[in-house]
């Protein structure tokens, strides 16, 4: 199984962009996906999780509103679209994957298989 992320780039505060996380070797319709970030100097932290076969999201407070996951079954890829980014946002963002999550988990151990990550920058 991997896991491609993208999407990463430089952006200014209250812009938006979109990661992409594309799935090979497993079919994300029966799997459990998640967002994870880590800023330099800091511990990474759940972003948003999405469980594909029942649609149930989860999403960290401090991006809840602004970010929202999903996942396309037919490109075999989940998105996270980052709206009215701030500067705290800025991190390495991955993707994680759990193949028999049955619910949208925000621990980050309950994940078998972790995309590369993707830098995005917000500035101010």
């Given at each position: ?6 999407g ?8 938006s962009l979109?990661?992409s ?7 994300l ?11 330099p ?8 999780a ?19 996951i999903s ?23 991955y993707?994680?994957l ?5 619910y ?21």
């Amino acid at each position: 199984v991997q896991l491609q992320a993208s999407g990463g780039g430089s952006v200014q505060s209250g812009g938006s962009l979109r990661l992409s996380c594309a799935a090979s070797g497993l079919t994300l319709s029966s799997a459990t996906i998640a967002w994870f970030r880590q800023a330099p100097g800091k511990e990474r932290e759940f972003v948003a999780a999405i469980t594909r076969s029942s649609g149930d999201t989860n999403y960290a407070d401090y991006v809840k509103g602004r970010f929202t996951i999903s996942g396309d079954n037919a490109k075999n890829t989940v998105y996270l679209q980052m709206n009215s980014l701030k500067s705290e946002d800025t991190a390495v963002y991955y993707c994680a994957l759990n193949p028999s999550g049955r619910y949208a988990s925000r621990d980050q151990y309950r994940y078998r298989y972790w995309g590369q990550g993707t830098l995005v920058t917000v500035s101010s």
